[in-house]
């Protein structure tokens, strides 16, 4: 079993930054990947990034790429996203996801899933 807490989120204006965290618990070693998504209202919950926890390889949303950025703190068993340039289509709840079996965009095979937390871009 895994517990993910989110952390960070909230208002900003468009051009702006915000930092979400993850604090994972349980297991975190072998082929984990961490991971965010993100659910606009009204659309389906979408793949954002991920990261393997053992090596740092990551991988990105087309739509994130380039302004996101996504890391780990192995000590702290966290896992960042760094979001800058951000745009009012960024609106969403952000959600963290671990994946037994390494990283991968199709969200039906993430088998952990925190509670998730609201970023709201204005322009």
């Known amino acids: 079993q895994m517990q993910l807490v989110e952390s960070g989120g909230g208002a900003v204006q468009a051009g702006g930054s915000l930092r979400l965290g993850c604090a994972a618990s349980g297991r975190t070693f072998g082929s984990l990947a961490l991971g965010w998504f993100r659910q606009a209202p009204g659309k389906e919950r979408e793949f954002a990034a991920a990261i393997n926890w053992s090596d740092g390889n990551s991988n990105y949303a087309d739509s994130v790429k380039g302004r996101f950025t996504i890391s780990r703190d192995n000590a702290k068993n966290t896992v960042y996203l760094q979001m800058n340039s951000l745009k009012p289509e960024d609106t969403a709840i952000y959600y963290c996801?671990?994946?037994?079996?390494?990283?991968?965009?199709?969200?039906?095979?993430?088998?952990?899933w925190g509670q998730g937390t609201q970023v709201t871009v204005s322009s």
């Open positions: 996801a671990a994946n037994l079996r390494g990283v991968t965009t199709t969200r039906v095979l993430w088998n952990y």
